[in-house]
């Protein structure tokens, strides 16, 4: 079945860094989601992309779609204390139409 | 707008003994998943539904986990027996559609099995 793998599983910044997490389909995806979950809450929508090749930014963040849509990955850049939580990429696709959480990347950034 | 609900927020039980959770998604979402996830790892598909639908209920571990959607709104997930491996925060999440992406989560249902 349909796998998605992201890296990496947990990253420690110094607050004003830039971080970025990746993620890899194992099959071709009609579209991407991204989540952040802060700690001990609940998975919140970010952005959906759909296009190859796609770029969306959201303030300081930056999401890519690969030209394949087999991949994709979220930057941050000069991280703050309120990006803290994981950071989860969804894929889309596959022979059922599934959408397939990662594994998610654990951010935390030292003020 | 109120978001998606789910009750109990917490819930501790001894292993071979029953459980449900409750779910009302937002109103008008024909879609409503109930997701498993455990601690450090992704959510995972247990059931989909569409309207009162199971559309897909291949990870649904049939032997002890049953859910229903009556009248295509809320829903409920039950665990009997539950085991010690059940142990897990369970999430029910909406949409307007399965295809039209967005998938708003309830705060979840913090299982713990003792």
């Known amino acids: 079945g349909q796998q998605v793998m992201q890296i990496p599983q947990y990253q420690h910044v110094q607050e004003g860094e830039d971080f970025t997490t990746y993620c890899n389909s194992s099959t071709t995806l009609s579209n991407i989601q991204w989540y952040k979950q802060r700690p001990g809450g609940h998975p919140v929508f970010l952005i959906q992309?759909?296009?190859?090749?796609e770029v969306k930014k959201q303030k300081r963040l930056t999401f890519q779609f690969g030209e394949a849509k087999k991949n994709s990955s979220l930057h941050i850049t000069a991280t703050q204390t309120t990006d803290v939580g994981t950071y989860f990429c969804?894929?889309?696709?596959?022979?059922?139409?599934?959408?397939?959480f990662g594994k998610g990347t654990l951010l935390t950034v030292n003020p | 707008e109120a978001g998606v609900v789910q009750s109990p927020r917490y819930k501790i039980i001894e292993k071979k003994q029953p459980v449900a959770f409750w779910c009302n998604p937002i109103s008008g979402h024909n879609t409503l998943y109930w997701y498993l996830q455990n601690l450090g790892q992704g959510p995972e598909l247990l059931i989909r539904?569409?309207?009162?639908?199971?559309?897909?209920d291949s990870q649904l571990p049939k032997d002890r986990f049953s859910a229903e959607r009556l009248k295509g709104v809320d829903s409920t997930l039950k665990i009997q027996p539950a085991e010690l491996g059940d142990s897990a925060v369970y999430l029910c999440a909406s949409s307007l559609s399965h295809n039209t992406g967005e998938l708003f989560f309830g705060e979840g249902s913090r299982l713990t099995v003792l």
């Open positions: 992309l759909v296009k190859s090749g």
């Open positions: 969804a894929g889309f696709g596959g022979s059922n139409y599934k959408l397939t």
């Open positions: 539904y569409e309207n009162e639908e199971a559309v897909d």
